[in-house]
């Protein structure tokens, strides 16, 4: 305000606001049937021998589960993303699965279904499946679910557990320590790229 009223006198500034960055569409839902994507059993690309890398607690390779399956079933032409895990309260390593929405969402291995804890419910975590060598594969939350589908209740791999929120959430533990699923999940079925 102190400055002459000439253009010269005055400060520099932008007058416009930046662009803002496109933003990618939603993943496709696709048409057609649901396939249920298996894993194959190649290696998964863990980025070292950490649980928190995607390695095995105990022998630091690349941990997996026999059998696996993709946990978001859609048609041949849906989209599925998802990027590296991030850390939720507690230290559990998750991965925010994106689909469209009401996306089918299938047992990721054989077990029995638990009720996920408050602390876990904060974390994005629901359910677990909880395999008969201790591992669990946590998942959460869901729009819906299937019939039968309740705690305790016995899944086989590729079992319907209910239709996807738009974000699915997947966890594992191993031992009572948290694996980065994101490699195992890479291995079965390769994320989509986004589209601008």
Same mark, same amino acid.
């Not at 359910?127 to 039968?148: C, E, K, N, Q, T």
């Not at 191993?174 to 986004?194: C, E, F, K, N, V």
């Given at each position: 305000?102190?400055?002459?009223?000439?253009?010269?006198?005055?400060?520099?500034?932008?007058?416009?606001?930046?662009?803002?960055?496109?933003?990618?569409?939603?993943?496709?839902?696709?048409?057609?049937?649901?396939?249920?994507?298996?894993? @194959?059993?190649?290696?998964?690309?863990?980025?070292?021998?950490?649980?928190?890398?995607?390695?095995?607690?105990?022998?630091?390779?690349?941990?997996?589960?026999?059998?696996?399956?993709?946990?978001?079933?859609?048609?041949?032409?849906?989209?599925?993303?998802?990027?590296?895990?991030?850390?939720?309260?507690?230290?559990?390593?998750?991965?925010?699965?994106?689909?469209?929405?009401?996306?089918?969402?299938?047992?990721?291995?054989?077990?029995?279904?638990?009720? @996920?804890?408050?602390?876990?419910?904060?974390?994005?975590?629901?359910?677990?499946?909880?395999?008969?060598?201790?591992?669990?594969?946590?998942?959460?939350?869901?729009?819906?679910? @299937?019939?039968?589908?309740?705690?305790?209740?016995?899944?086989?791999?590729?079992?319907?557990?209910?239709?996807?929120?738009?974000?699915?959430?997947?966890?594992?533990?191993?031992?009572?320590?948290?694996?980065?699923?994101?490699?195992?999940?890479?291995?079965?079925?390769?994320?989509?790229?986004?589209?601008?």
């Amino acid at each position: 305000p102190h400055r002459p009223l000439t253009l010269r006198a005055q400060g520099t500034r932008d007058t416009c606001p930046a662009a803002p960055a496109p933003v990618a569409p939603p993943p496709a839902a696709g048409s057609g049937p649901a396939l249920v994507v298996l894993w @194959a059993g190649a290696a998964p690309p863990a980025r070292g021998p950490a649980p928190a890398q995607g390695g095995d607690p105990e022998s630091g390779l690349p941990a997996a589960i026999q059998p696996f399956a993709f946990p978001v079933a859609v048609p041949a032409d849906g989209e599925v993303r998802y990027g590296a895990a991030r850390t939720a309260v507690g230290g559990l390593h998750v991965v925010d699965v994106d689909t469209a929405p009401e996306a089918h969402v299938v047992a990721a291995t054989d077990g029995r279904l638990a009720a @996920a804890s408050v602390a876990e419910r904060r974390t994005g975590i629901a359910f677990w499946i909880v395999r008969s060598d201790g591992d669990r594969v946590g998942y959460g939350p869901l729009v819906s679910y @299937a019939p039968g589908i309740r705690h305790g209740a016995p899944v086989a791999t590729g079992t319907p557990l209910g239709r996807s929120v738009g974000t699915l959430a997947v966890a594992w533990t191993r031992g009572g320590t948290s694996i980065d699923p994101h490699p195992l999940l890479w291995a079965t079925r390769p994320p989509d790229p986004a589209t601008p």
